[in-house]
């Protein structure tokens, strides 16, 4: 059974300091991973989403990498600002026999980044 | 833009009620998905829709029902409302490229905080 987990569960980083938010998953059959932004009571906002057959995708100051065979994936975030505060998710598309569209959602890093 | 919307950001309901939350996609997306999310718990599937009056059961569909009339609406049904429901309820919509594809990404609504005392 497919399990997602993110370390650490929070984080503490000073202003303009490069940044890693991690992800692991149990099985490497998947057909892409996502990566979501939450803000304190609101919904996931997509940042990135990454294709099994890709290596990294790039948005701004975000990228995102992913090593399938190891199970992995990196956010990577450069110049942190304290707006980056918030909770990162990850989630993974499991390939299942019936092509499923569900995805399985890691708990979760709570960043803040401090003035 | 994709834009899921769901009918209330908060909602306080008895024991017992009967409690209907409502989620609209506008992208035409086929997979639509209500989940839970609690604190240490993460995100957990309820029920999902992969087309008109079509559901399968997620993670945790005790206590829920879903309906699906028309493609970009997806309501969720809580038959008789209990303590632990009280949750932040999500939606979410997602296309379907094809069986098989690669490329399926997920949208979400606001969120709904649902209390029931």
């Known amino acids: 059974k497919q399990e997602v987990t993110q370390i650490p569960a929070a984080l503490s980083v000073p202003e303009g300091e490069n940044l890693v938010l991690n992800c692991s998953f149990t099985?490497?059959?998947?057909?892409?991973l996502q990566w979501f932004r939450q803000d304190p009571g609101k919904g996931l906002t997509s940042l990135l989403l990454i294709q099994s057959s890709q290596r990294e995708q790039t948005s701004g100051r975000l990228n995102a990498s992913l090593d399938k065979s190891s199970g992995r994936s990196t956010l990577y975030i450069a110049a942190s600002q304290p707006g980056d505060s918030a909770t990162y998710l990850c989630?993974?598309?499991?390939?299942?026999?019936?092509?499923?569209?569900?995805?399985?959602f890691g708990t979760g890093t709570r960043l803040k980044v401090l003035a | 833009d994709v834009k899921v919307t769901q009918s209330s950001r908060y909602l306080v309901k008895r024991t017992g009620e009967k409690v209907f939350l409502e989620c609209v996609q506008d992208?035409?997306?086929?997979?639509m998905f209500w989940y839970r999310q609690d604190p240490g718990l993460g995100l957990r599937l309820i029920y999902f829709s992969y087309d008109v009056k079509m559901k399968e059961k997620g993670d945790i569909p005790e206590g829920y029902s879903v309906s699906r009339e028309k493609k970009e609406r997806f309501s969720l049904i809580l038959e008789s409302a209990s303590t632990n429901q009280t949750s932040m309820y999500l939606c979410?919509?997602?296309?379907?490229?094809?069986?098989?594809?690669?490329?399926?990404?997920?949208?979400f609504g606001p969120g709904t905080r649902l209390t029931v005392t």
């Open positions: 992208m035409d997306h086929e997979n």
């Open positions: 979410a919509s997602s296309s379907s490229p094809g069986l098989g594809s690669l490329v399926s990404e997920q949208y």
């Open positions: 989630a993974v598309r499991p390939i299942t026999t019936s092509g499923t569209y569900k995805y399985i």
């Open positions: 099985d490497s059959a998947i057909y892409n």
